[in-house]
């Protein structure tokens, strides 16, 4: 049972557009939410976050949203550079619990 | 100056064996993990230390053993591989309560043949 599901497992974008990278969980205790991105033959690597208390986090070129009623997380990747070709992996847990729940992860690939 | 370090990168060794797994954090983090990257590319959690005390333990098949000597450290034996373990293992580390993130190693593939 996959609580937390990334529904396309792949997307493409041209360099200098808007990568939107989604996300769906089922569980409302969730109330941190994360953005994780990963090369091959690499660790996830940590990139944003949000807390529940939020509707949006902003860094630099990457910025979260969270739509709580939803329960649907995205990612705004603006502009896309092709280094930004990886996977991503949205991530949650409640607080006081110490288990991260991944999602399936989308390849994004940015073409040049 | 390698935030959560894992060895070896690589592993490959016949069913049956008995190998481990060693990880070391330096980012004074708490809490430590082992997850596990199956063929479908999901990352599902195995374990969890807390200060050098088991926290989570998932469904996880008890030829899996982790140790935590210090809170720096979290290792990972696995008796009697099978070819079912065949996977990417990955350590990571976070700080306690709060809001913290997950701080991850490079990953082990570990391949049984």
């Known amino acids: 049972d996959q609580q937390v599901k990334q529904n396309s497992p792949s997307l493409s974008v041209q360099e200098g557009r808007i990568s939107i990278l989604n996300c769906d969980y089922t569980n409302s205790m969730f109330d941190y939410f994360l953005w994780y991105k990963k090369y091959p033959a690499e660790g996830p690597t940590f990139l944003i976050s949000?807390?529940?208390?939020?509707d949006k986090n902003e860094d630099g070129r990457f910025t979260v949203f969270l739509n709580k009623s939803a329960k649907h997380l995205s990612l705004h990747i603006v502009p896309s550079q092709p280094g930004d070709s990886a996977v991503y992996f949205c991530?949650?847990?409640?607080?006081?619990?110490?288990?991260?729940?991944f999602g399936t992860g989308t390849r994004l690939k940015v073409l040049a | 100056d390698t935030a959560v370090s894992q060895t070896p990168k690589y592993l490959v060794t016949q069913m049956g064996n008995d190998k481990s797994i060693k990880c070391e954090q330096n980012?004074?983090?708490?809490?430590m993990y082992w997850y596990k990257q199956d063929s479908k590319k999901f990352l599902k959690i195995m374990f969890s230390y807390n200060n050098k005390e088991l926290i989570i333990n998932e469904t996880v098949p008890n030829r899996f053993s982790p140790k935590s000597p210090d809170k720096a450290h979290l290792n990972l034996h696995i008796n009697s591989l099978e070819l079912g373990d065949s996977a990417v293992y990955f350590c990571?580390?976070?700080?306690?309560?709060?809001?913290?993130?997950?701080?991850f190693g490079n990953g082990t593939r570990l391949t049984v043949t």
């Open positions: 991530a949650t847990h409640s607080s006081g619990t110490y288990k991260y729940i």
């Open positions: 949000i807390s529940s208390i939020k």
């Open positions: 990571a580390s976070s700080l306690t309560g709060g809001d913290s993130p997950l701080h």
């Open positions: 980012l004074g983090h708490d809490t």
